[in-house]
């Protein structure tokens, strides 16, 4: 069974939390109703690096474009889609589609979050 884990970023402190959902969440956590704070899921993936990907993440990638030899870097934001039930990467520039399943991606990297680095997308 897969750990369910999530971060929150309070607006408040501005400071990322991680935690596991287990019997301390109802405790200890006022994530749930309160708007000062941010739940962000964990996705299950790791980057290339190791680095475990959450929800509000930016990451860096490098797509083949249409098979040819050379690479495009793009960034994009991990969110989920619940049309399509699943995590997808979210480039915000015309004429490139969202991204499903980033995983199988060549060279996802995290960068940053759009909490502690919004520069990282801003324009």
């Given amino acids: 069974m897969r750990e369910i884990r999530f971060r929150i970023w309070s607006t408040k402190t501005k400071r990322m939390d991680h935690f596991a959902l287990d019997s301390r969440f109802d405790c200890e956590c006022g994530a749930f109703g309160n708007p000062k704070e941010v739940l962000m899921q964990y996705t299950g993936r790791p980057d290339k690096n190791g680095v475990e990907i959450y929800e509000g993440d930016i990451v860096k990638i490098n797509l083949m474009e249409n098979l040819n030899i050379f690479w495009v870097t793009i960034l994009g934001k991990i969110y989920w889609d619940e049309n399509k039930y699943g995590w997808m990467v979210n ?33």
Avoid: A, H, K, M
């Fill in 91 to 123: 480039t915000g520039t015309d004429g490139q589609p969202n991204i499903r399943d980033f995983g199988y991606l060549y060279n996802c990297e995290v960068i940053g979050n759009i909490y502690e680095n919004p520069e990282l997308i801003e324009g």
